[in-house]
């Protein structure tokens, strides 16, 4: 389960990549932004696999030392910070001289700490690369708790901080612009990201809490592993999902209003089919199942916006005399689309002339 | 307009020039006042109630543009649906020509263009064109012209405004939504 979790977060992160990095050859203004969060995506997918156990023991036997923990600690810090510079880029005002010097003073402080971080934690690792901390497979402390050396541990801490830091500042930035974000489906994506980096701070509080408790003595019935791999899942799903929910969430809409267009048209057909015959019509289905058929997305908007023209078409036909709304003020499909559900549901039991002289002046 | 869109062939390309010079708006009024410009003569909007087989028509003065419409009877969106099948036969390549109505329909145009214009020519006639029926290619094209652009309108209308939210933030929830999405 947790393999496929992961799994399906490399290619949803594969699919995210190759998306954005589209934009990366795009001549705009300012793409920085953009640029940034590219390359946290390509830590993120890098880091993925480097999470699966299998593939770690095979980096390592490689190397014939333990690469892959540094190496995951190392992208996955770039990750963090990357995203956390996205953040600080995306909402800050950039025509203000004043953000833009807190700006770059913010990145430039957390690139510190994190070459700091990272410099301090990897040469502390060079001092002990075959520890039992850092190898990956049954034979290493992530698979199989129990003592680890307090400097092994002092090394994962110190690299964690950095990474927390990270993590804790996207979440923040994430949360504060869900509560502000007036456009739904950003508004949706930053609130499943924010939970998405809840299960990242727990992360962190896993790790540090399993390596303090291993120093002590202290040995967990649960292997570290287990406990970090559950949550590094459950961080980068959602996060992933949350950050791309701009660019599906409208697609989702989008087919959402089709399928419900799809519905409207084919509840109208009947009544279509009685009114309009004395009208002539634009590229109208053959039949039943011809209308039935037309099922491309991108079409449903125009095709119910026919029916309904027509509609209206085949009423002035037959009711010249008809009466109704006044104004070229508020035009809207769905309100007529509404009007006509109602004559369709009602013309189903009754003649269409008293439903007709019923609903007259309605609209 | 006429001529400045005289270049031009088909309903589509008509269409992507009216988008390059920002000639489309929701309000189809809005449309009317900036072809008005263009063309430099007026355009003037008519609501009428028709009561006949017709629903609209564009009537092509010396001096002026009138489109007749069904003001009764339809709703807001079918009218202007019928204003903008009345502004593709102003606009595309070919259409000002006789068109068939029937006695009734006739009537009620002579009469509005006698209110309107006073000792009308029978010439004028010539310039009527009516949405009745799309017996024939322009009809056909003025209605896919209609269709089009009330889906382009349909486009570009924004998701949502922004409520509740300073200046700034604004921009800001705009760039992130931009950097977010493809």
């Known amino acids: 389960m947790l ?35 590219a390359l946290g995506f390509v830590a993120w997918f890098l880091a993925v696999p480097l999470e699966i156990e299998s593939i770690a023991v095979a980096v390592d036997r490689w190397a014939g030392w333990g690469l892959s923990w540094p190496l995951l600690r190392l992208i996955a810090c770039a990750g963090g910070f990357f ?53 990956s497979g049954p034979n290493g402390r992530m698979i199989t708790p129990g003592p680890v050396d307090p400097a092994a541990a002092l090394t994962n801490l110190i690299i964690l ?89 409208p697609r989702l809409d989008g087919l959402a209003r089709a399928a419900r267009h799809y519905r409207h048209r084919r509840l109208l057909y009947p009544l279509w089919l009685r009114l309009s015959g004395s ?50 003020d508020d035009p809207d499909l769905a309100r007529d689309i509404d009007w006509w559900l109602e004559i369709a549901q009602a013309a189903k039991v009754r003649p269409i002339d008293d439903v007709l002289a019923e609903y007259q002046g309605q609209l | 307009m006429g001529r400045r869109f005289g270049g031009t062939t088909t309903v589509d390309q008509v269409m992507r020039e009216l988008r390059r010079r920002d000639f489309l708006h929701p309000d189809v009024r809005v449309v009317c006042q900036r072809l008005s410009r263009d063309r430099g003569r007026p355009l003037h909007l008519i609501p009428l ?27 807001p969106l079918h009218q202007i649906h019928v204003i903008w099948h009345e502004i593709g036969h102003m606009l595309l390549p070919g259409h000002a020509r006789t068109c068939e109505v029937d006695p009734a329909t006739r009537d009620v145009l002579m009469k509005v263009l006698n209110a ?26 003025a209605e896919v012209f209609a269709g089009a652009a009330v889906r382009a309108l349909g486009e570009q209308a924004p998701d949502s405004g922004h409520r509740n939210l300073t200046e700034a933030e604004a921009q800001i929830v705009d760039a992130l939504v931009q950097e977010l999405r493809v």
């Open chain 1, 279 to 328: 009208v002539v019509r634009l590229d109208p289905p053959r039949t039943e199942w011809h209308d039935r058929f037309r099922l491309w997305p991108g079409q449903q908007h125009a095709l119910v916006y026919r029916r309904v023209i027509e509609l209206w078409d085949g009423l002035l036909a037959v009711r010249p005399t008809m009466s109704g709304g006044t104004g070229l």
């Open chain 1, 83 to 135: 995203t956390q510079t996205f953040y600080r880029l995306a909402t800050s005002d950039r025509a203000d001289p004043a953000q833009r010097a807190r700006v770059t003073r913010l990145v430039r402080r957390s690139a510190l700490f994190g070459v700091t971080a990272l410099a301090a934690g990897l040469i502390l690792f060079a001092t002990m690369p075959h520890d039992v901390l850092f190898a």
């Open chain 2, 116 to 141: 309107l214009v006073p000792n009308l020519s029978p010439a004028v006639l010539s310039r009527i064109l009516g949405r009745g029926g799309f017996s024939d290619q322009q009809e056909v094209e």
């Open chain 2, 49 to 75: 109630p028709l009561r006949t087989s017709i629903s609209g028509a564009w009537l092509g003065m010396p001096d002026a543009d009138y489109i007749v419409y069904q003001s009764v009877g339809s709703s």
């Open chain 1, 3 to 37: 393999t496929f979790a992961l799994v399906a977060t490399v290619v949803v992160a594969a699919v995210v990549l190759t998306t954005r990095l589209r934009l990366l050859v795009r001549v705009t203004v300012d793409r920085r932004p953009g640029h940034v969060l």
């Open chain 1, 161 to 249: 901080c950095y990474f927390t830091y990270t993590v804790a500042s996207i979440t923040s930035a994430s949360w504060r612009w869900a509560a502000k974000a007036d456009l739904a489906w950003l508004r949706r994506g930053l609130r499943i990201h924010t939970v998405g980096c809840v299960f990242g701070l727990l992360y962190c509080v896993h790790v540090a809490v399993y390596q303090i408790a291993e120093v002590f003595g202290v040995f967990p019935p649960w292997s570290e592993f287990e406990g970090d791999g559950s949550l590094i899942a459950m961080c980068l799903l959602p996060a992933f999902v949350g950050v791309t929910a701009p660019m599906w969430g």
